[in-house]
């Protein structure tokens, strides 16, 4: 399989989404099975602010975050959803996983060092969430690309199609000198079984709905 066959295949469909709602063992246990099973499909050789952000637009996010946003928004309204509106908070956790991954070689939701997941790192960034979600995607530089692979996937699919979410935020990180080794998670005990990369281009998508008090 060439390099690129092989980051289409990375672009991982690892962990059909995560998705949580708050206080919900049972859900947080089926996004662990989910991820858990999304993740053997990876190949071994893919500011604070007030929560109404932009109203979805994608306007006040720039560069390629900013058109992820766009292109999600764009199926959500083609659905009869409404938009997703831009938090910097979660952008800030978002941004903090891809640079991570990237930086410190590793592919997943749970990061294998700190042993952190979505919910800890939105919760650090000062959001109160009532339901949370995360998409990640690697070895794709074009934010198209990735919204098209993720629409294909069930699990992505319903974390961006989901209408209880209201806000997202987006991180992109680019790495042009990632090497082959990047750390998987096969059984989503955060604790990496599997190699693959290069990828040298990481995403994470955080969508969530606030506590009514956050």
């Not at 989404?17 to 996004?31: F, I, P």
Request: proline letters at 5%; glycine letters at 14%.
């Amino acid at each position: 399989m060439n390099r690129r066959g092989s980051a289409a295949l990375a672009i991982a469909l690892l962990a059909c989404g995560l998705l949580v709602a708050a206080g919900c063992t049972a859900a947080l246990q089926e996004a662990a099975r989910a991820a858990a099973g999304a993740a053997a499909r990876v190949p071994a050789p893919g500011d604070g602010d007030d929560g109404g952000g932009d109203g979805g637009s994608g306007r006040r996010v720039g560069g390629p975050e900013g058109r992820l946003l766009a292109a999600v928004n764009r199926e959500r309204e083609r659905r009869g959803l409404r938009a997703l509106g831009f938090d910097s908070r979660l952008a800030a956790a978002a941004a903090r996983h891809s640079r991570a991954m990237a930086e410190r070689g590793f592919f997943d939701h749970c990061d294998p060092d700190t042993r952190t997941r979505v919910w800890d790192r939105v919760e650090d960034a000062g959001y109160r969430w009532r339901a949370i979600g995360e998409n990640v995607a690697a070895g794709w530089s074009d934010a198209d690309e990735v919204i098209a692979r993720w629409l294909r996937s069930s699990g992505h699919r319903r974390n961006l199609l989901r209408d209880e979410f209201t806000e997202a935020g987006i991180g992109y990180h680019p790495d042009p000198n990632d090497r082959r080794g990047v750390r998987l998670d096969n059984d989503d005990d955060c604790a990496p079984d599997g190699r693959g990369g290069p990828y040298r281009h990481y995403w994470t998508m955080v969508f969530a709905a606030p506590k009514p008090d956050g």
